[in-house]
């Protein structure tokens, strides 16, 4: 698993397709409610899991976002 997580890379075109609860927005709404200090006191590891997945998400949706507007840009 551990490998897996340092492989990720957020940025660039992904050609793969995705069925809905493995898209990003879904994903995002699922882990918003929880709180990172309230994870942290149930297990500290599961805290550090719970920052590395919002902080992927949230490099992932800008990426996303700044390649939209660059192709918006070059039209």
């Known amino acids: 698993m551990f490998v897996r997580l ?4 957020p940025i660039g075109l992904k050609d793969d397709t995705y069925r809905e609860y493995e898209k ?3 994903i995002k709404t699922n882990i918003d409610h929880y709180v990172e200090e309230q994870v942290d006191e149930y297990s500290a590891a599961l805290g550090k ?3 590395w997945i919002k902080f992927a998400i949230t490099a992932r949706i800008e990426d996303v976002k700044n390649r939209r507007a660059i192709k918006k840009r070059l039209r």
Request: net charge positive; hydrophobic share 50%; charged share 30%.
């Open 24 to 26: 990003l927005r879904f």
């Open 49 to 51: 899991l719970l920052r």
């Open 6 to 9: 340092g492989d990720y890379w």
